[in-house]
T-cell receptor, first 119, second 114 residues
Framework: GAVVSQHPSWVICKSGTSVKIECRSL??????MFWYRQFPKQSLMLMAT?????????EQGVEKDKFLINHASLTLSTLTVTSAHPEDSSFYIC???????????????FGPGTRLTVT | AQKVTQAQTEISVVEKEDVTLDCVYE???????LFWYKQPPSGELVFLIR??????QNEISGRYSWNFQKSTSSFNFTITASQVVDSAVYFC???????????FGTGTRLKVLA
């Protein structure tokens, strides 16, 4: 089955620093990847849609200059949280769409998530 | 507008009891997909089921069953003879052909007590 990995699984960083989270599709090529944020005891909220080779599309209210997304290859998308603050502490989950999954656009596979703590 | 409502924030049951988790959705699209995911304490989403808007057949998988009713825009999930390992947060999600995005409900935290 399709597998999506994330690295790191958890990270602690100091306020003001930047941290990069990787999302990889291991056994398929993902033209589109998605980044979600989940605060404690809350739902998953879509942050942005990342298309390989083009700029990401951010959801309303998400600061694109703070959350930099790069989708440089068909198997890797990265989310960089710049100048992190404690309020950025959250669980970040990526998903990847498999374009060859029978042409079904709903086929998305979720990564295991990255827990970010900003101190 | 697309929306998923899980009115039950938290449910506690005693092991072996049956429990139903409710999910109500809103969409104007005629083609859409509904999902249930389990999120254990580890955080990783576990896919449970997908149902498309043209298939209203109920489904049973072991102790799990799902009831999809378009007339009431509901896609409820029942766990029969619950077990402690079922304790998790359960999310209902909607994917529409119009947006190509997942919209998640707020989740229901299920606690199964031994």
């Amino acid at each position: 089955g399709a597998v999506v990995s994330q690295h790191p699984s958890w990270v602690i960083c100091k306020s003001g620093t930047s941290v990069k989270i990787e999302c990889r599709s291991l056994d398929f090529q993902a033209t589109t990847m998605f980044w979600y944020r989940q605060f404690p005891k809350q739902s998953l909220m879509l942050m942005a849609t990342s298309n390989e080779g083009s700029k990401a599309t951010y959801e309303q209210g998400v600061e694109k200059d703070k959350f930099l997304i790069n989708h440089a290859s068909l198997t890797l998308s990265t989310l960089t949280v710049t100048s992190a603050h404690p309020e950025d502490s959250s669980f970040y989950i990526c998903s990847a769409r498999d374009p060859l999954a029978g042409g079904q656009n709903y086929e998305q596979y979720f990564g295991p998530g990255t827990r970010l703590t900003v101190t | 507008a697309q929306k998923v409502t899980q009115a039950q924030t938290e449910i506690s049951v005693v092991e072996k009891e049956d429990v139903t988790l409710d999910c109500v959705y809103e969409t104007r699209d005629t083609t859409y997909y509904l999902f249930w995911y389990k999120q254990p304490p580890s955080g990783e989403l576990v896919f449970l089921i997908r149902r498309n808007s043209f298939d209203e057949q109920n489904e049973i998988s072991g102790r799990y069953s799902w009831n999809f009713q378009k007339s009431t825009s509901s896609f409820n999930f029942t766990i029969t003879a619950s077990q402690v390992v079922d304790s998790a947060v359960y999310f209902c999600a909607l994917f529409t052909s119009g947006t190509y995005k997942y919209i998640f409900g707020t989740g229901t935290r299920l606690k199964v007590l031994a």
